[in-house]
């Protein structure tokens, strides 16, 4: 069933991937975690290419036999014919139909029909569900399966050469292996992958406000920001969020409703449906590292099995490996806002994670931020907004200080040095963060190290004043001042990107 998007910010450059892979017949696999919004990215598509492109979506999760798929095709060959699109043949499909005695005909018939009406793409959204439940019926059970199903398709794609065929899923141990790898039967049948990301922060911002605009309901700038940077750009996140809000809140308020939905409300319920997806080690080992036990050996001794987990969650797209070294690695969790959920919650014989803490650690831009500088994988020269060319190396460890002394929003180690950070995620950054960035050299002095460089960063460009104090400052002090130019330069050296 297609449905025309509430509201569409960005993917521009993925829609034009998408036209361009459409126009030249080739088979795309798209992949992206829960809520990325690659529904909405299709029902755009759709909408833009109009009778252009012909084309056909098929929601996958509503799909249990091969009937049900060629119901679907009705549908949608309906809907373009009503549209002026396409001549449709009634007759012939009820023919096809009426000879159709399992799933695999029905497969058979629905690339036919597909020839027949000059259709030039086919979608099929979770991908995998389909495989899964056609593969549990005759003729695919016991001729291996979902595989035989992934085999049978690889015959239809060589076939039907001229339509493009669009498998969407998120990223899963089974997408892996009928898509994933070398041996897997679909592997080679693809000639393009688009990766959805989230959205950056300022088209968070601008989807949060164009949401609200149409609701004709009125936030501050504060929650609005709060939204954009706790989100991570995850749009389904986005909606969640701000079913939460209500006009004239404050954002101590909306900070105490969030709390609230992520330990008994929407958000809860979200990720325990997310959870239950995962098998009882990966569970354990997501918990472990949401709540700070990152390093792999110190996972591998804690919970038996947990080199097979890491393994199948890095498959999942849902963990990152961090190789810091030959026998040193390191492993965080992509979805930031599931990971401060994870260390909220009780679990017996781990520590619990209060919401600020967690808030602090390992959501919005400030963490983000700590995970672009210690995954960086090589050296990157950059130019700093006080036009200074420098250079920033991979670090051993980066982390957030508490203290005695005070806090440091980030301390990036290295052999003999460090380089503090200090990162603010607002509109406008006054050289009050200056201020507190030289507090930072000091308390990392205290501490004991030698800080080599200490770094504001910014998401927002820095006021003329800011620069100014900057530039007076810098001449005793080695500070530089970043903005979102320069860390989606780095991000590109880096295992995290930037949205």
């Known amino acids: 069933m297609r449905y025309s998007p509430e509201i569409f910010v960005d993917r521009e450059k993925e829609l034009s991937s998408l036209r361009k892979w459409v126009n ?6 798209v992949v992206g975690l829960r809520g990325y919004g690659k529904t909405s990215l299709f029902m755009k598509f759709l909408e833009e290419v109009g009778c252009d492109f012909p084309g056909v ?37 009820d023919a096809l139909l009426s000879r ?50 992934a085999e049978h398709f690889k015959a239809l794609l060589d076939r039907y050469r001229g339509i493009s065929t669009i498998f969407a899923d998120t990223s899963t141990n089974f997408h ?42 009125g936030l501050s700038d504060n929650i609005v920001l709060y939204i954009a940077d706790i989100s991570g750009g995850v749009p389904a996140y986005i909606e969640m969020l701000l079913a939460i809000a209500e006009e004239g809140m404050d954002i101590r308020e909306y900070e105490a409703e ?60 849902v963990v990152i490996n961090v190789k810091k070294g030959p026998r040193e690695s390191y492993y965080l969790i992509k979805d930031k806002l599931f990971t401060a959920w994870l260390a909220i919650r009780e679990k017996p014989g781990m520590r ?42 991979p670090p051993k ?40 960035l030289l507090r930072n050299i000091g308390i990392a002095e205290r501490l004991g190290y ?4 200490a770094i504001l960063i910014s998401y927002f460009d820095y006021p003329e004043e800011t620069i100014g104090y900057a530039r007076k400052i810098s001449e005793e002090t080695p500070i530089l001042l970043l903005t979102e130019k320069q860390l989606r330069e780095l991000s590109k050296y880096s295992l995290i990107r930037l949205p």
Not at 183 to 191: D, H, N
Not at 401 to 421: F, K, Q, T
Not at 450 to 453: A, L, S, Y
Request: proline share 1%; glycine share 8%.
């Open 450 to 453: 030698k800080v080599r460089q």
């Open 24 to 29: 030249e017949g080739t088979n795309v696999l």
């Open 176 to 217: 892996y292996e009928l898509f994933g790898k070398y041996p897997g039967p679909l592997f080679r049948q693809y000639q393009a992958m688009l990766e959805l990301e989230p959205l950056s922060f300022g088209d968070s911002i601008e989807l949060i406000r164009e949401i609200l605009r149409k609701r004709n309901v």
């Open 258 to 317: 969030v709390e609230r939905s992520l330990i008994l409300g929407l958000l809860n319920r979200y990720f325990e449906a997310l959870l239950d997806k995962f098998s009882w080690t990966e569970q354990e080992v997501l918990y472990a590292i949401a709540k700070g036990m990152t390093r792999f050996s110190e996972l591998q001794r804690s919970i038996a099995g947990s080199a097979q987990a890491l393994n199948s969650l890095v498959r999942k797209g």
């Open 397 to 436: 460890k980066v982390y957030r200080y508490e203290g005695a002394l005070g806090e440091i929003d980030m301390v990036a180690e290295y052999r003999d040095y460090v380089v503090v950070g200090e990162i603010y995620f607002g509109l406008k950054c006054g050289r009050e963060k200056i201020n507190q």
């Open 352 to 393: 619990k994670i209060s919401f600020k803490k967690a808030r602090m650690l390992t959501i919005g831009f400030e963490s983000l931020v700590r995970e672009i500088f210690f995954t960086l994988k090589e050296s990157v020269r950059i130019r700093d907004e006080l036009g200074r060319e420098i250079t920033i190396e």
């Open 57 to 93: 979506y098929i929601n996958c999760l509503t799909i249990y036999t091969g009937r049900d798929l060629l119901n679907s095709l009705l549908e949608e060959l309906e809907t373009l014919s009503s549209r002026g699109c396409i001549d449709f043949d009634r007759m012939f499909f």
């Open 100 to 149: 159709t005695r399992d799933s695999r005909d029905c497969l058979n018939a629905l690339y036919k029909l597909l020839e027949k009406h000059g259709i030039r793409f086919i979608i099929f959204d979770e991908i995998s569900t389909l495989l899964r439940r056609l593969g549990a019926q005759k003729p695919f059970r016991g001729a291996g399966g979902a595989k035989a199903v």
